[in-house]
């Protein structure tokens, strides 16, 4: 029994990590840089730029470095959805 506990016990402890895992990585809470911005919307650096100035995509900004959040990024994707 005492196997089984053990176990038992770190199938508990592996949920956990992965839950503070997925709560610290899940996509949707993460702060993405300029490359990463660009990337993940397969535009330019200009383009990101235009988009910032235009007040198209919030961010935030710490000294000289810009930050976009993904959150932001999928809804302005799904706002301007359109089929057909």
Known sequence: MEIQEQLSKLSEEIKELHKKFDNRYTYKNKWLNRQETC??????????QSYRDK???PFSQIGAKIYY?????ESILE???KIG
């Open 55 to 57: 007040g198209i995509l």
């Open 69 to 73: 959040k993904s959150s932001d990024i």
């Open 39 to 48: 990337n993940y919307l397969n535009i330019s650096i200009r383009t990101l």
């Open 79 to 81: 706002k301007n959805y």
